[in-house]
């Protein structure tokens, strides 16, 4: 009964067979069973014969062979029931031919291109799901060259192709030499390509040379090498302090190699330098051996944070290779990215030489530093476990709300330098925290009184607009201007997202402050009225609730004012007089010795 009942079903819904049918052929077109699919495509069209969306599957299937011009007489053969859904599926295939085309113009890069890919399928690498396309000069992007099915392989780098250590100091001489000296490296991995570069760059016998042919010959994109306009623009920024510590760092380390191992001399700095920071943008660290490696191939990859979920790699010990997966369906003719993680702007133009559009990260950097003539400086540096004039580097990040863990260290860094009650609580501020083996201490200071709070968010605004000052950006209408300027450079047009970025998140914690302190010297039932209304003004909001709202309340003797995991006491009289007393009662995280 059953089973009559479910060709009763689809005798009665023919389109339902139709539907059942197209899943199938696109089932089997994932797993490149191109006949079947085209037999089970035509067989649902023979059910609906002007379905779009069984003319869309059958050209999909037709695009995946690679065969385009068949696929374009399928859609324009009759009129469809949803030509609109034809346009949009012509419309697709025109930009791929489009982008093919495109990349062909660069014949001699492709060349190289298509002998790392031999080289790559000679070894174990299978291409049949994506293609590398060209777009200019250097950059390249990998492409999905048919659709591809969530939760399955993208690509597939077999271990005997991969980089490691290990396999450098068997590969390159000058490599081991290095390795078995024990000099200190900050970036072992990188040393070791670099000398296999360095070594084997010229050779064309070498088994590497299709790998080698394919690095970059401009490395101007990344900051250590700016100037001009690109080089400016970046001053004042959190970031720029960055560019000269990393290059010093490199200098330290080539000086150190040449020490241990002379003969490393014959290998110029300044091509060092270059080596180590593009392969620095290269790498992949594994988390669970702590290793980083380089992956032919997979290294192509761009990053897009619209995309940062598209796919997931892993190395794979039962298969031996490096492996990408797609987390999602990705279409055909789609680019396939990789997520480099969540930094900043000028994070990414550090390790990677871009700085992405739409970046959803807006964050800032800056040292804080002792006043001097306080007359606890000696009490709070003793406390802190150091002397040294700045106090802490702190984030400032703007989001949708101020309460985040950046800000909020900050906040407290901010008390902690402006307190002024009884030195013996300082050290009860102190929290100790181990993350992955290492030991840090922070202050952890909950709102104290609205004089600290009020010395504290000045201090914040001030820094701020040092900072605004040294940017010396009028307004908004000058950065449009020298966006849409058509003689930007690429270089300094990811600069300026930098500037820009940084000056708009120090524009808000101004303005953020201004309205932080109205509402704080505000009487409570005012604040609290305004506050209640703030819809634009998330910051101010969020602060105001956690923070103002709870300095400005009267609470009786003993009565804990909570922020976080920590206790306040005040008295009646206290909170009247806007002052507070000692943190009785507070837990002190002593450290392990």
Same mark, same amino acid.
């Given at each position: ?10 005798? #009665? ?29 035509? #067989? ?15 050209? $999909? ?12 007489? %399928? ?16 419309? @697709? ?11 062909? @113009? ?68 000058? =490599? ?17 390509? =670099? ?5 084997? @760059? ?24 700016? @100037? ?17 510590? #990393? ?15 002379? $003969? ?20 992949? =660290? ?77 964050? %800032? ?53 402006? /307190? ?13 925290? %181990? ?70 998140? /120090?524009? =808000?914690? %101004? ?83």
């Amino acid at each position: 009964r059953r089973v009559h009942g479910i060709r009763k079903m689809i005798k #009665e819904n023919p389109i339902s067979k139709g539907d059942e049918l197209k899943a199938k052929a696109t089932e089997a077109a994932y797993s490149n069973n191109f006949k079947l699919a085209l037999e089970l495509i035509d #067989e649902a069209s023979r059910i609906a014969p002007l379905s779009s969306n069984y003319a869309i599957e059958k050209a $999909e299937i037709l695009c995946d062979m690679g065969e385009y011009e068949k696929a374009f007489e %399928v859609l324009n053969a009759k009129t469809y029931d949803n030509m609109e859904a034809i346009k949009t599926e012509l419309n @697709k295939m025109n930009i791929e031919i489009e982008m093919n085309k495109n990349s062909q @113009k660069y014949a001699d890069l492709n060349k190289d291109m298509d002998a790392l890919l031999r080289w790559g399928i000679s070894h174990g690498v299978d291409d049949s799901k994506y293609k590398i396309i060209t777009y200019e000069k250097d950059f390249r992007g990998v492409h999905a060259a048919k659709r591809i099915k969530a939760k399955t392989p993208v690509m597939k780098i077999p271990d005997k192709i991969i980089l490691n250590i290990a396999k450098l100091k068997s590969i390159t001489p000058l =490599a081991k030499k290095v390795f078995d000296s024990g000099v200190k490296l900050d970036y072992p991995e990188a040393t070791g390509v =670099a000398c296999l570069l360095f070594e084997e @760059k010229d050779n064309k016998e070498s088994f590497w040379a299709p790998y080698i042919q394919v690095f970059p010959i401009d490395y101007s994109i990344f900051p250590y090498f700016f @100037k001009g306009r690109a080089l400016e623009w970046l001053k004042g920024t959190s970031f720029e302090p960055n560019i000269k510590r #990393e290059i010093d760092i490199l200098y330290e380390e080539y000086k150190r190699i040449i020490e241990a191992v002379p $003969e490393f001399s014959k290998f110029p700095v300044e091509e060092y330098l270059r080596f180590t920071t593009l392969i620095c943008s290269r790498r992949f =660290a594994l988390e669970d051996t702590s290793d980083t490696i380089v992956v032919p191939i997979a290294d192509m990859f761009n990053y897009y944070p619209e995309k940062k979920n598209q796919t997931n790699w892993e190395f794979s010990k039962a298969e031996n290779s490096f492996i990408v997966s797609a987390e999602e369906d990705i279409p055909r003719g789609d680019i396939i990215a990789l997520n480099y993680g969540t930094k900043t702007g000028g994070r990414y133009l550090q390790y990677y030489g871009f700085v992405p559009d739409n970046n959803p990260l807006h964050s %800032v950097e800056f040292f804080l530093k002792f006043d001097k003539e306080d007359p606890l400086l000696a009490a709070k540096q003793d406390a802190i476990g150091y002397t040294d004039e700045n106090v802490y580097k702190a984030g400032l990040e703007l989001n949708d709300s101020f309460k985040n863990e950046p800000n909020e260290t900050l906040l407290s860094y901010l008390r902690f330098i402006n /307190y002024s009650g009884d030195a013996a609580n300082l050290k009860k501020f102190m929290k100790t925290t %181990v993350v992955d083996g290492v030991t840090t201490s922070d202050p952890d200071v909950p709102p104290q009184s609205i004089e600290i709070e009020t010395k504290s968010l000045g201090l914040l605004k001030s820094i701020a607009q040092e900072k605004l000052a040294i940017f010396g950006i009028k307004d908004e209408k000058e950065i449009d201007a020298l966006f849409k300027d058509p003689s930007l450079t690429i270089n300094e047009r990811n600069a300026l997202k930098v500037k820009w970025d940084e000056y708009c998140i /120090y524009k =808000a914690a %101004v303005q953020f402050v201004d309205e932080a302190l109205k509402l704080l010297h505000m009487p409570k039932e005012k604040a609290q009225a305004i506050i209640e209304k703030i819809s634009d003004k998330e910051w101010v909001k969020s602060y105001a609730e956690e923070v103002i709202l709870k300095l400005q309340k009267n609470i009786a003797l003993h009565k804990a004012i909570t922020l976080r995991h920590f206790c306040l006491l005040y008295t009646s009289d206290a909170a009247d007089e806007r002052s507070s007393v000692d943190l009785g009662g507070r837990r002190v995280i002593k450290k392990k010795k």
